[in-house]
């Protein structure tokens, strides 16, 4: 069985409307937070700036929540922008339903492709894996991988999900032609 990996290459933009301009774009640059404590509660954001007009944004990470709760390396990891919370953030559904985002992956992430060798024994199988949860439909991954149009993708593979729904988890496939 062959590996491939999906990988990030960089933190995806997020689809998000700017409120200075009619950019629908934000990033989150380096990766900021800010922390507010009101007494004993806590706020976190995390900061976002519009990539046309660069105006900063707050997403909120936690609202009013207990400093005790929070784990005390969590917390050092907010006020130092630990580039790790940054991406936990942007990939946690509940953050991204909370602040009504959605992740815009394009060209944010490859794929690294074992090349399929021509002498082995037909059919076969490759197994892709996802580092990061990359939402990417399984035809034009293969497609990509090993330079077919998603037609012939369709004729060739035959992969044991739907090809045509996106996926972000494990999935297998199997080649069956040798005229690729």
Known sequence: MLPWVVRRTRLPLLSRRCVDCPSESATTG????RVNANGKLLDVWLLVRCVRCDRTSKLTVHERTSVGSLDPAELHGYHTNDARLVASALLDPAFRRRNHVVLDWTDAWRLD???VPLGEAWPIRVEVVFHDPVPVRPDRLVARGLGLS?????RRVKCDVPVRRTRNTVFTFTLMSVDC
């Open 150 to 154: 998603r037609t012939e993708v369709q």
């Open 113 to 115: 492709a074992v090349p």
């Open 30 to 33: 380096d990766g900021r937070f």
